[in-house]
């Protein structure tokens, strides 16, 4: 059975800081394509980060020099730096595995429950 369980989310101010994690459990985080996603009130999912199997990372431009995406193959672990928090980056933000090991914008088919981030202004 695959589980991947997001922590880390909460309520941060403006330019705040917080990591949010993904521990896997079924999957291997380090053979896998890992990424993160978000979804804000009224707007569909999209693509925030993902990390490749050989440790290629990308980003979405509105989030490019203020996140980081990173794992930690012992623990089965991935996380997300996310620095200098906006209020428009107030999310659900989803965990999501890539069997193929690529870590783009698609074909992620297993996904966590996800944890909510809020920025206040």
């Known amino acids: 059975q695959v589980q991947l369980v997001e922590s880390g989310g909460g309520l941060v101010q403006a330019g705040g800081s917080l990591r949010l994690s993904c521990t896997a459990s079924?999957?291997?985080?380090?053979?896998?394509?890992m990424g993160w996603f978000r979804r804000a009130p009224g707007k569909e999912r999209e693509f925030v980060a993902g990390?490749?199997?050989?440790?290629?990372?990308r980003y979405t431009d509105s989030v490019q020099g203020r996140c980081t995406i990173s794992r930690d193959n012992a623990k089965n672990t991935v996380y997300l730096q996310m620095n200098n928090l906006k209020p428009e980056d107030t999310a659900v933000y989803y965990c999501?595995?890539?069997?193929?090991?690529?870590?783009?914008?698609?074909?992620?088919?297993?996904w966590g429950q996800g944890t909510q981030v809020t920025v206040s202004s």
């Open positions: 079924g999957r291997s985080v380090s053979s896998d394509g």
């Open positions: 990390l490749s199997q050989s440790g290629r990372t």
């Open positions: 999501a595995a890539d069997p193929l090991g690529i870590g783009r914008e698609t074909g992620y088919g297993y």
